[in-house]
């Protein structure tokens, strides 16, 4: 490996930028399109990259170019310098104008209309030139948004199962998962339920592969029984609603989640003792990402938010 200090002195943030849009381009021809640019500046810039580390970063296949483990590791941390870079101009844009700012979220759809619309709806009142973008999805794609540097921050429910140890955590109150039924159900209207009697009906439920999908799977399991047939799969909480809003279909849901107006009337917790249903709602940032003067408020926010939270439990 070449020296550290003569390294300093070659390595350009253009090059940088350049492997970057190289590789998500797939070619250096279309990074090159991308840059407005020559493909030969391209293939120069890469070349001085390589010489100035002495390595090689990346390797020519017939369906284009891929980064070599020396590209992966310039890569991560090329994309750390501008992550860092981009906050700083934010920094410098909230100081000189604390009532705005922009925020990027990663969080499950449950938190998503619960304490993360709290907290943007009491935040916008009074910044009303704040914008937030709010990413849902499964947490173990949040926390590779959050490790890849597209969200600042995660709300969700904890998985055992996720590698945090790049990432701090705070934990924000605890929740149960219950079974839920509509109103409507007749299943509604019982006062004992046992989990064995509900294996055949139609259920609703997310993925395996997300954090409710797996409990779920794991609490009939518990009882000795097997997993009932999931008749509709989806993320979509909208989806699962309007299935649940027939009587018909069973699903699992945070039980914060039915404080919610809109749901308060429509949906009941069915008397179901589940195993381990207990889990804690937190708030995920990056290990050694300096958070931006939004996002600091934004949580500083959330713990105001979700103090009733708190003392309920």
Same mark, same amino acid.
């Given at each position: 490996?070449?020296?550290?200090a003569?390294?300093e002195r070659?390595?350009?943030?253009?090059?940088?930028?350049?492997l970057?849009?190289?590789?998500?381009?797939?070619?250096?021809?279309?990074?090159a399109?991308?840059l407005?640019?020559?493909?030969?500046?391209?293939s120069?810039?890469?070349?001085d @990259?390589e010489? *100035?580390?002495?390595?090689r970063?990346?390797?020519r296949?017939?369906?284009?170019?891929?980064?070599?483990?020396?590209?992966?590791?310039?890569?991560?941390?090329?994309?750390?310098v501008?992550?860092?870079?981009?906050?700083?101009?934010?920094?410098?844009?909230?100081?000189?104008? =604390?009532? &705005?700012g922009? @925020? #990027?979220? $990663?969080?499950?759809?449950?938190?998503?209309?619960? =304490?993360?619309? *709290?907290?943007i709806d009491?935040?916008?009142?009074?910044?009303?030139r704040?914008?937030?973008?709010?990413?849902? $999805?499964?947490?173990?794609?949040?926390? #590779?948004?959050?490790?890849?540097?597209?969200?600042?921050?995660?709300?969700?429910?904890?998985?055992?199962?996720?590698? /945090?140890?790049?990432m701090?955590?705070?934990?924000?109150?605890?929740d149960?998962?219950? %079974?839920?039924?509509?109103? #409507?159900?007749?299943? &509604?209207?019982?006062r004992?339920i046992?989990?064995?009697?509900?294996?055949?009906?139609?259920?609703?439920l997310?993925s395996?592969?997300?954090?409710? $999908?797996?409990?779920?799977? *794991?609490?009939?399991?518990? /009882?000795?029984?097997?997993?009932?047939?999931t008749?509709?799969?989806t993320?979509?909480?909208?989806?699962r609603d309007?299935?649940l809003?027939?009587?018909?279909?069973?699903?699992?849901?945070?039980?914060?989640?039915?404080? @919610? =107006?809109?749901?308060? &009337?429509?949906?009941?917790?069915?008397?179901?003792?589940?195993?381990?249903?207990?889990? %804690?709602?937190a708030i995920t940032t990056?290990?050694?990402?300096?958070?931006?003067?939004?996002?600091?408020?934004?949580?500083?926010?959330? /713990?105001?938010?979700?103090? =009733?939270?708190?003392?309920?439990?």
């Open positions: 490996m070449a020296d550290t003569r390294i070659r390595l350009k943030f253009n090059d940088l930028r350049v970057l849009s190289v590789v998500e381009a797939g070619s250096m021809h279309k990074a399109e991308r407005a640019t020559s493909q030969p500046a391209i120069r810039a890469i070349a @990259l010489h *100035a580390l002495g390595v970063l990346l390797d296949t017939p369906s284009g170019v891929e980064p070599t483990a020396y590209g992966h590791a310039l890569m991560k941390r090329g994309l750390a501008f992550d860092e870079l981009r906050q700083s101009v934010k920094d410098i844009e909230f100081l000189t104008d =604390p009532t &705005s922009e @925020l #990027r979220i $990663g969080c499950s759809e449950y938190a998503a209309g619960g =304490p993360v619309l *709290a907290v009491r935040l916008t009142q009074k910044y009303p704040m914008v937030f973008e709010v990413v849902p $999805g499964p947490v173990l794609t949040l926390y #590779r948004d959050l490790t890849e540097r597209r969200v600042e921050l995660v709300i969700t429910r904890k998985a055992e199962f996720a590698d /945090r140890s790049d701090v955590v705070e934990d924000l109150f605890d149960d998962i219950v %079974t839920v039924a509509a109103m #409507r159900s007749p299943w &509604s209207r019982r004992r046992e989990l064995a009697e509900l294996v055949n009906e139609p259920w609703t997310p395996p592969d997300t954090g409710i $999908g797996a409990f779920a799977i *794991a609490a009939f399991r518990a /009882r000795g029984l097997a997993p009932p047939r008749t509709v799969i993320y979509s909480v909208h989806m309007k299935l809003a027939t009587g018909r279909f069973l699903t699992m849901l945070s039980t914060y989640t039915l404080m @919610l =107006p809109a749901r308060h &009337s429509s949906l009941k917790a069915l008397p179901i003792k589940l195993h381990n249903a207990r889990g %804690t709602i990056l290990k050694n990402r300096t958070l931006s003067p939004i996002a600091e408020l934004f949580i500083k926010t959330t /713990r105001e938010v979700v103090k =009733p939270l708190v003392r309920t439990r």
